[in-house]
């Protein structure tokens, strides 16, 4: 979302579906009460809202997650360009668990994600995935093979963007986005793996086979 909003052509929605997935879900996350107070919590009447309206610019870059398109209708995606980010769960489980210590496979979205990538080609479309890893190992080549795929411009403003908070960050920023509030762009983790927690590991195997399935698709 960041890389997308320095675009000159482009506007940034950050996670729209938040409220209404929470509402569905009853999930506890952090700032939940926060979240349910400022957002429309109608999840269909976002996305008629965001798929109708006017256009501030050009293109229009929803950044959503997966899981949070539960209890919807979700023929929008027929008419929308539709990309698909994983991450290693090795990776990303140890980072979503300091949030969510009791994490499941629907709190990670890569169930979803599968489903959805299978849906979205149903439709006739071929919805390019891209790879954490291989995003932050070679952000240029990525980002510009994923521009070639969505048929606009790469733009090198991309790939830099200024430090701290950001005017479309979602309201939950506080708990979530301490990391990439630190960030100016994209950059591999140097500092190699630490071990891998065993209590995550029944979750692992649960993610392994959705993830492989979706990277055997990355571009």
Known sequence: MYSFAQRSDTVVADEPLYGHYLRVSGAA???????LEVMDTDGDRVMRKFTAQTAEAPVLFMKHMAHHLIGLNTDF??????????????????????QLPQAGLDDT???????LFDDIRAMGQAPPVLDAGRLLGNPREA?????????????S???????????????WSRHWYENVHRSTGFVADSSGRKAFPDRLRPLLEECRTHYDYLLSFVI
């Not at 996350?29 to 979240?35: D, I, L, N, Q, T």
């Not at 360009?81 to 140890?94: E, G, H, Q, Y």
């Not at 790939?159 to 950001?166: E, H, S, V």
Request: glycine content about 8%; charged content about 25%.
């Open 29 to 35: 996350h952090p700032g939940r009460a926060e979240v």
């Open 157 to 171: 403003a991309m790939l830099q963007w200024p430090a701290g908070a950001k005017p479309y960050d979602g309201v």
């Open 143 to 155: 980002l510009a093979s994923l521009c070639d795929r969505l048929g606009i411009a790469f733009d």
């Open 77 to 98: 995606l027929a008419r929308t360009a539709n990309v698909l980010l994983i991450r290693d769960p090795r990776d990303m489980l140890p980072s979503l668990t300091r």
């Open 109 to 115: 979205g890569l169930a979803r994600q599968h489903r």
